[in-house]
């Protein structure tokens, strides 16, 4: 069983940066694929970025990509979700998930494990 915890979100002008942790216990991510999805009020929950913890090949959506970039940290068995030019548009809760399988998805139905969330605010 793993057990992720999300931290790092806040209120950020448009235009700043925030860096989201995710944090795994139980066991490592050495086998795994680990993403992050994002939630709107109102909204379905939506695919962000993804790494393949073995290779530490990254993926992103569209709607992030050069913007955001998301990265591991083996020795400390964590995940980060670099977010820089954050928009309003960015507002949302932020999961970190993972899979036991260590090929990445883009649904939500894929992963098998999901942190609590983290909100963060982009004001204008």
């Known amino acids: 069983q793993v057990q992720l915890v999300e931290s790092g979100g806040g209120l950020v002008q448009a235009g700043g940066s925030l860096r989201l942790s995710c944090a795994a216990s139980?066991?490592?991510?050495?086998?795994?694929?680990v993403a992050w999805f994002r939630q709107a009020p109102g909204k379905e929950r939506e695919y962000v970025a993804a790494?393949?913890?073995?290779?530490?090949?990254?993926y992103y959506a569209d709607s992030v990509k050069g913007r955001f970039t998301i990265s591991r940290d083996n020795a400390k068995n964590m995940v980060y979700l670099q977010m820089n030019s954050l928009k309003p548009m960015d507002t949302a809760v932020y999961y970190c998930?993972?899979?036991?399988?260590?090929?990445?998805?883009?649904?939500?139905?894929?992963?098998?494990?999901w942190g609590q969330g983290t909100q963060v605010t982009v004001s204008s």
């Open positions: 139980g066991r490592t991510f050495s086998r795994y694929a």
């Open positions: 790494i393949r913890w073995s290779i530490g090949s990254t």
């Open positions: 998930a993972g899979r036991s399988i260590d090929y990445v998805g883009s649904r939500p139905d894929e992963y098998d494990y």
